[in-house]
C-alpha cells in the first residue's frame, strides 16, 4: 500500500514538473520572437504576458515568474530544439496550433512583421513539426489585415 501511494505521488510530482517546463519552452519561444528584431516593444510584452495567461493557468505571481524565466532561457539558449523538443513530447497538435498562434500575435503586435520574425517562426513551426499549410493558416488567422 505504502509503495503504491509513494509511486503516485512520484506520477504526480513528475507531471507537474513536466508542466512547468512546457510552460517555460512556451515562454522561451514566444519570447525568441519578441527578441528577433532586437526591439522589444510595449506591445510585444503585453501580448507575450496575454497569451501566456491565456495558455497556462497561473497567479499573477507565477506569470510574472514565468516571463523573467522564459526571457532568460531564450537569451541562454544556444538553439530552439531544446525547447522545441519538450513541446514536441507532450503538447498535441492543438497545442502546438496554439503556440504557434502566440509567435505570431507577438511577431504583429507591434504593427511590423519583420523578417527575422517570420524567419524564427517557420524555424520553430519547422521544428515543431507543424506542417506548411497550418503555418500559414495561424499565420492568417492573427494577421491584423484581416
Known amino acids: 500500500m505504502l509503495k503504491s501511494l509513494l509511486q503516485l505521488f512520484e506520477t504526480k510530482e513528475s507531471e507537474e514538473q513536466q508542466k512547468h517546463t512546457v510552460e517555460l519552452a512556451t515562454a522561451a519561444l514566444l519570447s525568441e520572437i519578441m527578441r528577433a528584431d532586437d526591439n522589444v516593444t510595449d506591445s510585444e510584452l503585453k501580448a507575450y504576458k496575454t497569451h501566456l495567461y491565456k ?8 506569470l510574472k515568474l514565468l516571463m523573467e524565466e522564459g526571457r532568460m532561457s531564450a537569451e541562454e539558449a544556444v538553439d530552439l530544439v531544446q525547447f522545441t523538443k519538450i513541446i514536441n513530447q507532450t503538447c498535441d497538435p492543438d497545442q502546438k496550433r496554439d503556440i504557434l498562434e502566440g509567435l505570431w500575435v507577438i511577431a504583429y503586435a507591434d504593427n511590423q512583421l519583420a523578417p527575422i520574425e517570420e524567419h524564427t517562426i517557420r524555424r520553430i513551426s519547422d521544428l515543431l513539426h507543424v506542417p506548411h499549410s497550418h503555418f500559414i493558416k495561424a499565420k492568417l488567422h492573427v494577421s491584423p489585415e484581416n
Request: net charge negative.
Open 55 to 62: 495558455q497556462f493557468e497561473l497567479s499573477d505571481d507565477e
